[in-house]
């Protein structure tokens, strides 16, 4: 019997409750290992259809490429063609440097299965290209579809060394030409060289 506190229910007045409690009977030990195999299915289930429901790209390899993968944290050079649904081709290019981790993350998951030389057919869905968002000639909610072909990759350390020797290799040039207009061992700009 449950008693309340006086005035909780009414004007003052004592109420009482009744509680009936009910036995449960002991479950079987091939009862509960059911028990057990249910809650297992019912998880798999979900897990399965977690699986389904999120969104892949689809990947085909054209002609095998050789080496080692590219990772996130690399640059690659590629050459590709993007078309969307019907055919409309939004972009491509012959020589395209571009960081694996700061493209859209379809062509990035792409990217890390790729192999130098290799050539490859993706399809995007909108999940993981632009989603909602447009992007210039590019509608909100379109599935993308590339041809790629991985001509090279590099570390961005790697990458980083070569564009320093590039600057090093100018600025030689530079001093040996006797130098930029207005740079140093080099007349002013405007200036008139001497005549012999």
Known sequence: TFLPRQGSWGQGKDQTMSVTTVPLRPVSKGGLW??????????????GFAVKSTPRIGFEVVKEGTGLSPTKADVVLVKYKGTLDDGTEFDANEQ?????????????????????????????PPALGYGENAAGPIPANSTLHFEVELLDFRTEAEVRAMQQQMMQQQQMMQQMQGGAPGGPGAPPPGAVPPQP
């Open 34 to 47: 059911l028990m057990w195999f249910g809650v297992a299915a019912l998880i798999a289930v979900a897990i």
């Open 96 to 124: 395209a440097p571009m960081q694996v981790s700061q493209v859209v993350p379809g062509f990035s998951q792409a990217l890390v299965r790729m192999k130098k030389g290799g050539k490859y057919k993706i399809t995007i």
